[in-house]
T-cell receptor, first 113, second 114 residues
């Protein structure tokens, strides 16, 4: 299974961009990168996913390097409510039409006033 | 549209008791899965299902049973509760096969085994 490596914690000033890095050097060519976040003890929330190209939605942007060995989640204007644990996950094909999401420990992003 | 509904939200069990954690989704998702989360840890996959009648084991399946008789429901059974099963349990669902967005998680069941 492709593993991901994230820094355990990061700080960001409110209103500034938050850039969260993730290494996934063993990713296979057809495996997607997903980002989720978990605020306090709530259920994880889907943010964005991508394969090769950069992606953007109303929540964030995802930048994937050309060799696909790393990616960066960008929250363009972080707010206090963005304080959460952010998980970078590689969706692993487990046979047939089966896929699994394997969560690591993620990055605790703290947005400071 | 309720999304993923988990019941109960909180539960205290005595060692050796059995119980079923309920999970229901109303989005006609094919995939459903159960995760547990321990303090300071990420989520670990217990069991998952790719459709009604089909289930498979995840990373930490021991002590848990699942079944999927309908598309909507995916209950998790603890056969004989142990203190090591004290955790927060999350159920998730998603469309299967094609990539059509991420998993939708429930709000969790907080289980304490004493």
């Amino acid at each position: 299974d492709a593993k991901t490596t994230q820094p355990p914690s990061m700080d960001c000033a409110e209103g500034r961009a938050a850039n969260l890095p993730c290494n996934h050097s063993t990713i296979s060519g057809n495996e997607y990168v997903y980002w989720y976040r978990q605020i306090h003890s709530q259920g994880p929330q889907y943010i964005i996913h991508g394969l090769k190209n950069n992606e953007t939605n109303e929540m964030a942007s995802l930048i994937i390097t050309e060799d696909r060995k790393s990616s960066t989640l960008i929250l363009p204007h972080a707010t206090l409510r963005d304080t959460a644990v952010y998980y970078c996950i590689v969706r692993v094909h487990s046979g047939g039409s089966n896929y699994k999401l394997t969560f690591g420990k993620g990055t605790l992003l703290t947005v400071n006033p | 549209n309720a999304g993923v509904t988990q019941t109960p939200k909180f539960q205290v069990l005595k060692t050796g008791q059995s119980m079923t954690l309920q999970c229901a989704q109303d989005m006609n998702h094919e995939y459903m899965s159960w995760y547990r989360q321990d303090p300071g840890m990420g989520l670990r996959l217990i069991h998952y299902s790719v459709g009604a009648g089909i289930t498979d084991q995840g990373e930490v399946p021991n002590g848990y049973n699942v079944s999927r008789s309908t598309t909507e429901d995916f209950p998790l059974r603890l056969l004989s509760a142990a203190p090591s099963q004290t955790s927060v349990y999350f159920c998730a669902s998603s469309y299967g096969g094609t990539v059509r967005g991420g998993y939708t998680f429930g709000s969790g069941t907080r289980l304490t085994v004493v």
